[in-house]
């Protein structure tokens, strides 16, 4: 697109505390911290929480967590906005003095009445020239400018080009003398000498307003670009409805931080066909002109497949370790009897299948306890009369001959189906359902070899003894 960025970069990721953090917003910090990183600039946060009501401590501290989760973190002080309530105060009252605002004692009633199109209640302007000293309850208004237009250069979306005639002297503080967020936020993104502005396209009607603002208190005007919303399935943007919207949930849902992050941020920024990046990649690589203007669909069966990949490049020890610390304390303890060796053997042997770490724990789990119930279908399936007789054989075979590889189990089997006319599966399918309670597995060469001879052997009798 060719615009100069405006340098050294300062960006800022702006959440409100009126919710756990939303996966959108969390791609917007994300795409923030790596315009920051790529152009050796400042990533900044500031706490949005001057609804009082809306706003809770809680939201600020589950927001706070999800960016230390995946290692975004401000690299100066956070600000908190309703801390500077006394410096928007008096900013105001500048725009009141230089007369580029004003107090505006109209009703809501009167407004309505007086504007004739229904659809878009315009302010006619009519306490431009009201004597300001009436003592009446008043909100506070911005006074436009005498010019056609706001045009701006969209890191993302190119010119943008509004008409004066679209927005109307727009209310900057209310009745109970709080500022509004579009003043707000230019005061404070001026105040962190903030150059660029990277935020959701919720935003971008916004903008404009904004931008008048920056002009009439004579500040520098940042650069902005608007991010495409994520979609849900239906082309909507992502709700509840289509699963789970906060950022965090997706650390309890076990993904791993780092696969979340290259999955969000290759949803809606390219770089050729690559699909997979380390983080020290997406720094070098990410630039706003890279990033789409249309909305894109948040796809879960990608991240899966994403987040497989991730969990199959961390080694067991990692993965324990991780587990450990962030998702379920207990994991590793509930494995008991057995050795970390064995351990990790079992999570190396689930890793390749699994597309999230609670699948793998619940999985692991699984095959450590011993199943508690077999898989109906499979029983149905891979069963019959003659099974208990085979698993008889297959129990004296093990017991007599006590191979110690795998590969002396395997041939074992191979030969005792052989003895016994069958096919391989008709014995190795048992074998499985018998270790882990269903057909769908690890390798049941593998997996015998972890549980153990003796287990082994006990799992298959009690296989054996509900068989019919
Ligand atoms: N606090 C606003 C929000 O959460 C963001 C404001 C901005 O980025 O300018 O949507």
């Known amino acids: 697109m060719g615009t100069d960025i405006i340098s050294p970069v300062r960006v800022r990721f702006a959440p409100s505390p009126t919710g756990h953090l939303h996966i959108g917003s969390f791609r917007t910090a994300l795409f923030n911290w790596l315009f920051a990183r790529h152009h050796g600039g400042t990533f ?19 927001i706070m967590a999800a960016l230390e989760w995946v290692d975004l973190q401000p690299d100066e002080t956070v600000m908190i906005q309703s801390e500077r309530l006394q410096e928007h105060k008096r900013v105001l009252q500048e725009l009141l003095s230089s007369g580029n605002a004003y107090k505006c004692f109209c009703t809501q009633d009167e407004i309505a009445e007086r504007s004739n199109n229904s659809t878009f209640i315009s302010y006619d302007g009519l306490c431009r020239t009201a004597d300001q000293s009436q003592s009446a309850p008043y909100v506070v208004r911005f006074k436009l400018p005498e010019i056609d237009s706001v045009s701006f250069d969209d890191l993302i979306r190119g010119t943008i080009t509004v008409p004066i005639g679209q927005l109307d002297d727009f209310i900057i503080a209310r009745t109970d003398g709080t500022p509004t967020y579009n003043f707000v936020v230019v005061v404070d993104d001026a105040a962190m000498k903030i150059t660029q502005v990277i935020r ?50 997706y650390k309890e849902l076990g993904y791993l931080p780092d696969a979340l992050v290259n999955y969000l941020v290759r949803l809606g920024w390219a770089h050729g066909n690559q699909e997979i990046f380390s983080r020290e990649q997406l720094v070098e690589f990410f630039t706003l002109d890279a990033v789409g203007k249309k909305g894109s669909i948040f796809d879960i069966e990608k991240l899966n497949w994403i987040n497989g990949m991730y969990i199959r ?51 692991v789990t699984l095959f450590h306890d011993g199943p508690q119930t077999y898989q ?93």
Not at 44 to 62: F, G, M, P, V
Not at 334 to 359: F, M, N, P, V
Not at 407 to 426: E, M, N, Q, R
């Open 200 to 249: 959701g396209e919720d935003h971008i009607s916004n903008t404009p307003k904004q931008i008048l603002l920056y002009q009439a208190l004579g500040y520098r005007v940042p650069q902005f670009a608007h991010i495409p919303l994520i979609l849900g399935p239906s082309g909507e943007r992502l709700s509840k409805r289509d699963g789970a919207t906060s950022a965090l949930a």
């Open 313 to 363: 490049e961390h080694s067991s020890k990692e993965l324990l370790d991780y587990i450990a610390k962030e998702l379920d304390a207990e994991f590793a303890q509930r494995l008991s009897g057995w050795s970390d060796a064995q351990k990790e053997a079992a999570i190396d042997l689930y890793k390749e299948r699994a597309h999230t770490l609670i699948e793998l724990v619940k999985e």
């Open 376 to 468: 109906e279908s499979d029983i149905q399936k891979w069963t019959d009369t003659s099974t208990k007789e085979y698993i008889n054989a297959l129990i004296a075979m093990i017991e007599n001959e006590k191979p110690d590889t795998i590969d002396a189990l395997k041939g074992a089997v191979k030969s005792l189906t052989k003895t016994l006319g069958i096919k391989f599966v008709a014995l190795a399918q048992p074998m499985r359902i018998a270790l882990i309670g269903s057909s769908a597995g690890p390798g049941v060469f593998e997996m015998f070899e972890l549980v153990g001879r003796e287990k082994a052997i006990e799992r298959l009798k009690r296989l054996r003894d509900t068989l019919q």
């Open 44 to 62: 900044l946060l500031r706490i949005e929480d001057t609804d009082l009501e809306r706003s809770k401590s809680e939201y600020t501290d589950s």
